[in-house]
């Protein structure tokens, strides 16, 4: 059976230490040096940095989030122990951890923390396909003769320099394929190392829940769920075509997960389709000048993303949910592909101004999609908004200002709201 310490990085005998330097992270598996898909999860990412950046948080409960209407964007491992969950409403979250140290986002902390570790996954395969700014599948087939160590190796040494260099952890997942290279990535957070080998993949899988699906959010599971699936053993006992037959695409997906099938390949270049932001009140709302007020934040977050990736989207799409969970969704097509705020807003406020029958909103929405290049946005003058010219060169000229002078340099009022 292959054997590797995690810390000093030696293959050596099984064994529940390391003799050589006497670790307990001391990893065992028959396949450990032959399998070459991995997916890498840093741990709390957005709560690690601000720990690592102020060691006056460390062994506190840190939650990092908007205000008291905001939601929960990630925890520490110590807030999570107390049930703070990603996307929990924060009035929630502190009820359940009332002396929690609430800080709001600093994303460009984390972009540039991401950055550092990107650049350390480089250095392993050209095979990198981020999934946010803290996971990244890596298909290193190939690379034990490049770096004279297997893959399993290499990656021990990536969250080893994590560590030690960015003052960071990761958990690594590794196997055979994307799926449960994903799924092993969660079994032994933080600070993990798990490894799913192909001859063991089907008793693996047998009794977990269909719930571990990357993809299978409530709907899907209760889907299943009525279907009499709940786990992948029963799965296993519908034909391929009966699983189509009921769930379409989603069943041949489902009939191949099940038996650890995923023919996926890392995808260095993985297209975005849309940008999009949300966000989750504490309180249902009904008052059209705070949602108008949400309606411009929203815009603002996507144009700016989309401005940071260059790239401009020709769909709107306005998604409201109501206080009893349903959905309501709007979406319309503009002649030309936009990146501006002022326009993304405008066109939102105009498909929430269409909904009828006004009610009580728990969550509420703003995407841009049909995405493309952002040379020649927005330059079509358009003749029933004379204004829109003029205003697409403010909000140009407001963002050199806040590259210079910081995000809250200007502010518009109804940001205020």
């Not at 409960?61 to 908007?66: E, L, N, R």
């Not at 097509?333 to 405008?346: C, G, M």
């Not at 728990?362 to 010219?389: E, F, T, Y």
Request: hydrophobic residues 40%; contains cysteine; positive net charge.
């Amino acid at each position: 059976m292959a054997t590797l310490c995690r810390d000093c990085l030696n293959e050596i005998a099984a064994a529940r230490r390391c003799p050589l330097c006497g670790s307990p992270r001391v990893l065992s598996h028959d396949e450990l040096f032959d399998l070459s898909i991995a997916h890498m999860d840093c741990d709390a990412f957005y709560a690690s940095v601000e720990k690592r950046d102020n060691p006056e948080l460390a062994g506190k409960p840190v939650i990092i989030g908007g205000g008291r209407r905001g939601v929960v964007s990630t925890a520490c491992y110590v807030a999570r122990i107390r049930g703070v969950r990603s996307a929990m409403p924060m009035f929630q979250a502190l009820k359940l951890c009332p002396d929690a140290v609430i800080i709001k986002p600093r994303m460009d902390a984390y972009v540039e923390a991401s950055r550092a570790i990107r650049a350390m996954m480089e250095e392993l395969t050209p095979a990198i396909e981020p999934l946010s700014l803290d996971e990244a599948f890596l298909d290193m087939t190939g690379t034990a003769r490049l770096h004279g160590k297997p893959p399993a190796v290499m990656l021990a040494r990536l969250v080893r320099r994590m560590k030690t260099e960015l003052g960071l952890t990761g958990s690594i997942g590794l196997s055979h394929n994307k799926f449960l290279a994903k799924v092993a990535s969660d079994l032994d957070k933080p600070h993990g190392f798990s490894v799913i080998g192909e001859a063991e993949t089907g008793a693996f899988l047998r009794d977990k829940p269909v719930g571990m699906i990357w993809g299978v959010g409530a709907a899907t599971q209760a889907a299943l769920d009525k279907a009499g699936i709940r786990s992948f053993s029963d799965l296993l006992r519908w034909e391929h075509t009966d699983l189509i037959a009921r769930f379409g695409s989603m069943g041949d997906r489902l009939w191949h997960l099940a038996r650890g099938q995923d023919k996926r390949r890392v995808s260095r270049h993985r297209p975005v389709k849309s940008i999009s932001n949300e966000t989750t009140f504490s309180d249902n709302t009904a008052d059209a000048e705070i949602l108008d007020g949400h309606i411009w934040r929203l815009a603002e977050k996507v144009a700016d993303r989309a401005k940071a990736k260059e790239m401009a989207g020709r769909v709107v799409t306005l998604k409201l949910k109501r206080a009893d969970h349903s959905l309501l969704s709007r979406r319309i097509s503009l002649h030309d592909p936009t990146q501006l705020a002022d326009r993304i807003y405008r066109t939102a406020r105009a498909l929430f101004d269409q909904v009828e029958h006004r009610s009580h909103y728990r969550l509420i929405g703003v995407g841009l999609s049909d995405l493309s290049n952002a040379d020649g946005a927005d330059m079509g003058g358009d003749l029933l908004d004379p204004g829109a010219a003029q205003r697409g060169r403010a909000e140009r000229a407001a963002d050199s200002i806040r590259s210079r002078f910081g995000e809250k340099a200007i502010l518009k009022g109804r940001a205020l709201r």
